[in-house]
């Protein structure tokens, strides 16, 4: 038996601050706590969309500079709501307008994005 001691290699999560630079468009949002570089999101000001009291969506400008299995481009970043449910003749053409609607905010969000791309604001 040997007396000599064993190493072994541990990782270890070491928490420490990181100086970046922020898009003029970040709302200094940045995804929660991120363990690692590439983790790292900037978020701009988020924008519910939808009309009539419908939520349908939300959207806002993101980046993750530092990625290296996804676009590291400023984006539009869009959750879907939840539209499951049970719709009256009425409440299905106020549905459809709001979709309508909704896809006229999406484009203008499109065009802000276009935008910030062409001034190279990244």
């Known amino acids: 038996m040997s007396t000599e001691p064993r190493t072994v290699v541990v990782p270890l999560l070491v928490t420490k601050t990181l100086e970046i630079e922020e898009p003029e468009w970040c709302a200094g949002r940045h995804g929660g706590h991120p363990e690692y570089k590439v983790d790292l ?3 701009g000001p988020e924008h519910a969309i939808g009309a009539n009291g419908i939520d349908l969506f939300r959207a806002m400008l993101a980046q993750t500079p530092y990625a290296e299995r996804v676009t590291t481009d400023v984006v ?6 939840d539209l499951t449910g ?10 459809a307008d709001a ?6 905010q999406l484009r203008a969000l499109g065009r802000e994005l276009a935008a910030i791309l062409a001034r190279g604001d990244q």
């Open 41 to 43: 999101t900037h978020y």
């Open 76 to 81: 539009l970043y869009v959750e879907q709501q």
């Open 86 to 95: 049970s719709y009256t003749p009425d409440e299905v053409e106020q549905l």
């Open 99 to 104: 979709l309508a609607e909704s896809a006229d």
